[in-house]
């Protein structure tokens, strides 16, 4: 596993940054840890560090799926 890792996420505060990593993660689908510039540690999704994040583009519409919006729809529901 490399020891450096550089954040392609556009939208992280660290786009670009390349980080010291501290611990990689057992499960694929957790983060790892690095150190920030201040050298304090933070977790980071792996996703984040594809290149393909960089791809990430905004849209106008959204699209999602009606199961998602009556989730929504009870969450705030209980919040009320």
Same mark, same amino acid.
């Given at each position: 596993?490399? /020891?450096? %890792?550089? %954040? ?5 505060? @660290?786009?670009?940054?390349? @980080? +010291?990593? %501290? /611990?990689?993660?057992? !499960? ?5 840890? %690095?150190? +920030? ?17 960089? +791809? #990430?583009? @905004?849209?106008?519409?959204?699209? =999602?799926?009606?199961?998602? =919006? #009556?989730? @929504?729809?009870?969450? #705030? !529901?209980?919040?009320?």
């Amino acid at each position: 596993m490399p /020891s450096t %890792v550089t %954040v392609h996420y556009r939208f992280h505060p @660290l786009h670009n940054r390349r @980080l +010291d990593v %501290v /611990s990689w993660p057992r !499960q694929p689908h957790n983060a790892v840890t %690095v150190k +920030d510039p201040k050298g304090q540690s933070l977790k980071i999704p792996l996703w984040m560090l594809q290149p393909e994040a960089a +791809d #990430l583009r @905004l849209s106008e519409s959204i699209a =999602l799926a009606p199961s998602a =919006l #009556l989730a @929504l729809v009870e969450m #705030l !529901q209980g919040c009320s």
